[in-house]
């Protein structure tokens, strides 16, 4: 299920290419699915589903628009976190990708993959309403909704599999991901068409998640009204998506419903995700003028001290795009004034900092933030830009490395590695870093080719030999895999 309001030709085919993807590989692996409540439905097992996802996510990045901001990537990662430990997940291994939209969407894909558009957070009012999203597409993987619907359709599964399958296989050796579109085109119906049915399951152990991690009940029939209030205005676009994925009287009222019996009244938003909102609300301004306009004015409407701490944010981060560094660490400071623990506002200074060229003061801060919060992301990723900016490569290198720690499968630490290992002149490190970096991005053959680079300049280190053969097999193994689906 898709929650979604406006999405480009791209984006659609690309969603559209993980429920058909991750379909048509289950029912290619074992014809008949058995009942999941069935001991023998480990025939398709959740580790088969990881490494499927993994395909996925990797012919994912190469065609959607990310929204490479790591402190929206940390504040998502351990919401989502914090709510998938009271789902039914059995595998909780999650694979959070942020996309560049202003869409009001969200997907799941088998293998622990959640996506979840910008406009999500844009348009939820409350972080309850965003939770309720959230735990709907965490209810999609925990009941495995895809293998449940190649169940009801495997008479007409393998076909259907071997049409997208080569499409796809197509698109990964041509670098070219138009090539999926007729398959897609041709199974469009028939992967959609059992929308109603997971959905309204969907919604009933989305919402008990939900209440479980703690979240206001309302949140989601608040959704609901508000994603049908949006449809409404979007004209006949939305009508399409509607007709596949309805949004019916009845999953609104039996939200409504469900909400009404949960008594309690203090649910209130985490300061967090004001602030994370705020960030994606500048990022859709069209110039940083406007925002500077609009922050002002919202602050002169400032009551309470957490309005005054979300404004000030706001207002500040706005200013930095408007490059008055100066104004826009006033404002930051005010707010820590208010919230001198709050770790998103001292990020801030760190980022406002780095963006003004203050070199020195933006590698003190991040030295100290890193020392009270070790391994943080958000923190690593821009201390090691500050780092890299004063050419302390060697310092630079060793906190992404550290990051990678936990984080071996985040193409942008791999992309800054890279730099990094460049212009310090490490250069076989420099090609095995772009090549992992295109390896996470599906662009399996500029991988091959920087594992070369790298080998080439291995002499005779038979360690590093090994490894860098040993790394191309597995990428020309990852290539083989798409195609023998087909």
């Known amino acids: 299920m898709t929650w979604n309001k406006t999405l480009s030709s791209t984006l659609k085919r690309s969603l559209l290419l993980m429920t058909l993807m991750t379909s048509s590989l289950q029912v290619v692996s074992e014809e008949s699915l058995p009942e999941l409540g069935d001991t023998s439905s480990s025939a398709i097992s959740l580790d088969s589903e990881y490494r499927l996802g993994r395909l996925y996510m990797a012919q994912l990045r190469r065609s959607l628009p990310d929204l490479q901001d790591p402190i929206v990537q940390d504040y998502t990662e ?18 959070i990708v942020l996309a560049r939209d202003k869409g009001v969407n969200a997907f799941a894909a088998p293998g622990g993959i959640i996506g979840v558009f910008a406009g999500l957070i844009y348009h939820s009012e409350t972080e309850g309403q965003f939770v309720s999203v959230l735990a709907h597409e965490l209810a999609h993987l925990s009941q495995r909704h895809f293998a449940r619907n190649l169940q009801r359709q495997q008479d007409r599964s393998i076909s259907n599999a071997l049409i ?6 197509v ?10 579109v007729a398959g897609q085109q041709i199974l469009t119906q028939q992967a959609l068409s059992y929308s109603r049915t997971n959905e309204l399951e969907a919604d009933r152990i989305g919402f008990l998640t939900m209440i479980s991690a703690g979240f206001d009940p309302e949140g989601q029939p ?7 209030a949006l449809s409404r205005l979007s004209g006949a676009n939305e009508l399409e998506f509607l007709r596949s994925h309805p949004l019916t009287k009845r999953r609104i009222s039996e939200s409504r419903i469900r909400a009404q019996e949960i008594k309690g009244s203090n649910y209130k938003n985490s300061l967090e995700f004001e602030l994370i909102k705020q960030r994606i609300n500048i990022g859709f301004f069209k110039t940083s003028r406007q925002a500077v306009t609009q922050l002002k004015q919202e602050q002169r409407r400032a009551k309470t001290e957490r309005q005054k701490i979300i404004s000030a944010y706001g207002l500040g981060l706005a200013l930095s795009r408007d490059n008055k560094y100066s104004e826009a660490l006033d404002e930051i400071r005010q707010a820590l004034k208010l919230d001198p623990e709050n770790l998103i506002l001292q990020t801030a200074l760190l980022e406002i900092h780095l963006n003004a060229g203050n070199g020195l003061e933006a590698v003190g801060v991040g030295k100290s933030l890193l020392e009270m919060n070790p391994s943080n992301y958000p923190i690593s990723m821009l201390y090691a830009r500050a780092l890299m900016n004063q050419k302390q490569y060697d310092e630079a290198e060793e906190v992404l490395k550290t990051l990678l720690l936990k984080r ?17 002149r490490k250069i076989i490190g420099l090609h095995q870093s772009r090549a992992e970096y295109f390896y996470l991005t599906g662009n399996y053959d500029r991988s091959i080719e920087h594992l070369r680079y790298a080998l080439e300049l291995a002499g005779n280190n038979f360690q590093l030999n090994e490894v860098l053969q040993t790394k191309i097999e597995n990428v020309f193994a990852t290539k083989e895999e798409l195609k023998d689906f087909t």
Request: glycine share 4%; no cysteine; net charge negative.
């Open 222 to 228: 608040q959704m609901f009204e508000k994603l049908q």
């Open 408 to 424: 071996k499968e985040d193409p942008q630490i791999w992309y800054w590695l890279a730099e990094v290992q460049g212009l310090a």
């Open 78 to 95: 351990h919401l989502i976190y914090r709510v998938g430990e009271y789902s039914q997940l059995q595998d909780r291994r999650l694979n």
């Open 171 to 180: 698109a990964a050796s041509s670098n070219n991901p138009e090539a999926v």
């Open 164 to 169: 997208l399958l080569a499409s796809i296989a």
